[in-house]
């Protein structure tokens, strides 16, 4: 039974004589064996730990000798082991978890001297220096004839690269690297992503660049991305849309659309109030969502988008006279914030209030409504902005909404007075 990870040996008796231990552990192989006892000349089950500096490795009994187990932290591979003689504390860190707890195991059975037949024994041999290496963090493969085909990712990585490698799919012993950081495939051939990507709950940066991805799962936008997840490359890809679920995602800082097909854009990336850098250059976005003016970037690229050219006389009127008593609920729903959600309304009213428009005038529409498309300069919501066309033009079209005529009236004498066409 091997296991590696960190190990502080901590003597307890130093303090009596005024002394510190170390304070920090250092990589280690431990394993748990049977070795000749001089003394009694039987084969006993014994501890080895060795290290980069010590490869012969330091034994200690196990059998009746293990005091105490402390592992409140096992689920993030650490764990202490007390042995009675000498007076030490065995404090393991930096451990896979699964790992740890069968090490623990073994190591609790051969305290309480369980046949050595049943336990899964190693031969305590000295360890090779590579075996005593510290955890590799970062990893790059950038030919396929480099991509490791029976041997595993080192569990320790947290950011790992794999571009020009022609991968078609996401393969699933990336998804095993719990502690990975940072995920770049860019420049392969991948059609689809897996949900589990979701499941890596440390991940910050997915780059999947140059791919040939058609849709971006709404289960990936509702996984433990939404709490992680600040940057998302998807430009050079097949988009066409972006599911209403997308704006969930509400960690992202940089947001990269680049080259795909995409016909518009989320209808409320406003929510994404932690976004400082969205470009979405050469799509054929035809307008910005309302939600647009919500943002606050720091740097915003749309160039090489067929943005329609604007009217302000131009409308589409869904206003009912009187208003549906569906459309007067679902506005005092969302206007007085009243929860809701499937186990109280039907699913498919849940999902048309989590698509609300907002007025000028700040209150809420669903399904009656006046939509115009009006120019907006986007210097409103960009500090930096790359020029929209050749022309040099920095505005775009950005719908509106409008909850009555009123509002509507108002608009539009506005716009007259300040000459916008």
């Known amino acids: 039974m091997k296991l590696q990870c960190d190990v502080e040996v901590i003597h307890r008796m130093l303090p009596t004589y005024g002394l510190k231990n170390r304070g920090r552990g250092t990589r280690a ?17 014994y501890l080895m730990i060795c290290t ?3 490869r012969t490795g330091s034994k200690y009994k196990l059998k009746e000798n293990i005091e105490q187990f402390f592992t409140w932290f096992v689920d993030e591979g650490k764990a202490t082991v007390r ?62 004839k480099d991509y490791p085909l029976t041997s595993n990712f080192p569990y320790s990585l947290e950011q790992l690269q794999v571009s020009y490698c022609k991968l078609s799919r996401v393969d699933m012993r990336m998804l095993s690297l719990k502690g990975l950081r940072c995920l770049d495939l860019s420049n392969n051939h991948i059609k689809k992503l897996p949900e589990t990507i979701g499941d890596l709950g440390c991940l910050a940066e997915l780059v999947l660049h140059n791919n040939h991805l058609e849709t971006f799962s709404a289960a990936l936008c509702l996984s433990s991305l939404q709490r992680t997840l600040k940057l998302l490359d998807l430009s050079r890809n097949r988009l066409h849309a972006l599911p209403d679920q997308f704006c969930q995602l509400r960690e992202l800082v940089s947001l990269k659309l680049d080259n795909n097909l995409l016909e518009q854009m989320p209808t409320r990336i406003g929510q994404l ?49 009187p208003l549906s008593l569906q459309e007067m609920a679902s506005r005092a729903v969302l206007d007085l914030r009243i929860p809701f959600g499937p186990h109280l309304i039907p699913a498919h009213l849940c999902k048309e209030l989590e698509l609300a428009k907002t007025c000028d005038c700040g209150r809420t529409v669903v399904d009656a409504f006046i939509q115009m498309v009006v120019s907006m300069n986007l210097h409103l919501v960009s500090h930096t902005v790359v020029l929209v066309d050749d022309m040099g033009s920095t505005d775009a079209p950005v719908k509106r909404y409008f909850c009555s005529l009123p509002c509507y009236s108002q608009f539009l004498d506005i716009c007259l007075q300040r000459g916008v066409r």
């Open 29 to 45: 192989v431990l394993s748990i064996g049977k070795h000749l006892d001089r003394t009694t000349q039987r084969n006993n089950i």
């Open 52 to 54: 980069q500096k010590d």
């Open 83 to 144: 042995l009675k003689e000498p007076a030490v504390d065995v404090c393991l860190s930096k451990a896979d978890a699964n790992s740890l707890k069968n090490f623990l195991s073994a190591a609790r059975l051969a305290h309480r001297g369980s046949d050595s037949d049943a336990l899964p024994l190693s031969t305590l041999t000295p360890v090779r220096a590579r075996d005593v290496e510290r955890p590799k963090k970062k990893l790059s493969i950038l030919s396929k």
């Open 273 to 321: 109030s932690k976004l400082r850098f969205l470009s979405a250059s050469h799509n054929k976005l035809p307008f910005l969502p309302a939600d647009f003016r919500q943002l606050s970037l720091e740097n915003l690229d749309l160039f090489g988008n067929p943005f329609a050219q604007p009217n302000s006389l131009d409308h589409t009127m869904r206003l009912t006279f």
